[in-house]
């Protein structure tokens, strides 16, 4: 038996059985949903993404004198007047840095502030009307939803890869050894020069700031959460820097089961699982243990990791707070905790 293959070339008429004659006139008829929100969000925020372009110096081990290091990242800008988002770890140690437009034109750009403890930090280059990229609300993100990630990999200039989020509230250790916490997960492919680059939902709001990939691994690529970058942005504009009151607690976000929120007639579904309390620091003199939940600090509930870090400003230092927190699901302390000026 002989079989004949025929290829049928695609025509704006043909419609499959039970599907709806569309009009063909415009190009975005030809393009899926999926297709349609990529290429738009690529439109609204592809100019506002920047090349980064570092120079630093380094002490050479085996030769006197110093040796130049180069690097590159990528950033976004969120204002017209040429403040851009980036790693601390793209600008750290930097003596020079450069900055390239999606246009193509490059400029000088001068450092605002960083700060390694979240690895975001912000530039700036001396310019005015320029495209920008707008913040969305990282407490609103689901798993499963789509993520688009533009930057410079590799040096090339405006990638773009998709793909969703894949998981919410991971822990990340930084190469200084710290620990981000309330990480975004996904699997949009990210590259060495990634990094600083904008996370985006399919609305074109900005919803992380792509930090990392795990080497050899496919599929895993992390980004710090748009609200907390927010916070952080707004510290380094105003002052350089962040100054921190410090608990000297590592944690993470859990549910709380129906029957806890219910006996102790909470206002959240979620608190924050202490998983290690650092020695002689103020948790540790306060009496926290592992595995305490936190619901509440300084008499506002507590839902998020992000929830802690907005109560420890710098006005919160040394001043006394009431924390209450649940031990093994079936106690609730009222405690006291002053919180310490970050080691950071």
């Given at each position: 038996m002989e079989y004949s293959l025929s290829f049928l070339d695609y025509s704006p008429s043909d419609v499959l059985p039970g599907q709806a004659q569309s009009d063909a006139g415009t190009d975005g008829e030809l393009l899926d949903a999926y297709s349609r929100a990529v290429t738009g969000v690529v439109k609204r925020v592809g100019p506002a993404v920047v090349h980064i372009h570092s120079k630093g110096?380094?002490?050479?081990?085996r030769r006197r004198g110093q040796e130049e290091t180069e690097g590159s990242g990528s950033g976004v800008l969120i204002t017209p007047d040429g403040y851009i988002v980036t790693n601390n770890h793209v600008v750290e140690g930097a003596q020079a840095l450069e900055v390239r437009l999606a246009g193509g034109s490059g400029c000088t750009a001068e450092l605002v502030g960083r700060d390694p403890a979240t690895d975001i930090a912000v530039i700036r280059i001396p310019d005015a009307g320029l495209p920008i990229a707008r913040l969305g609300d990282s407490d609103k993100l689901a798993v499963g939803q789509l993520a688009i990630a533009i930057g410079n990999p590799l040096g090339l200039q405006s990638t773009v890869t998709a793909g969703v989020i894949s998981a919410l509230g991971r822990s990340l250790r930084t190469?200084?050894?710290?620990?981000?916490?309330?990480?975004?997960?996904?699997?949009?492919?990210?590259?060495?020069?990634?990094?600083?680059?904008?996370?985006?939902?399919?609305?074109?709001?900005?919803?992380?700031?792509n930090t990392a990939m795990i080497q050899f691994a496919q599929g895993i690529c992390f980004a710090?959460?748009?609200?907390?970058?927010?916070?952080?942005?707004?510290?380094l504009m105003k002052e350089g820097k962040v100054t921190r009151g410090f608990l000297g607690i590592t944690g993470q976000v859990v549910p709380l089961p129906v029957q806890v929120v219910r006996h102790f007639r909470l206002e959240q579904e979620t608190g924050v699982q202490v998983l290690d309390v650092i020695a002689d620091s103020p948790a540790y003199t306060a009496g926290m243990k592992e595995g305490d939940v936190i619901v509440s600090l300084g008499q506002e509930p507590v839902k998020t990791v992000d929830d802690i870090h907005r109560r420890l400003t710098r006005e919160a230092i040394s001043r006394t707070l009431e924390i209450t927190v649940l031990r093994d699901w079936t106690t609730r302390l009222e405690k006291e905790i002053t919180p310490a000026r970050s080691p950071d």
């Open positions: 110096a380094t002490q050479h081990a190469r200084s050894g710290r620990l981000i916490e309330n990480v975004i997960q996904t699997d949009a492919a990210l590259n060495p020069g990634n990094s600083g680059g904008p996370l985006v939902d399919s609305r074109g709001f900005i919803i992380g700031i710090i959460p748009v609200n907390s970058v927010r916070w952080v942005v707004t510290q």
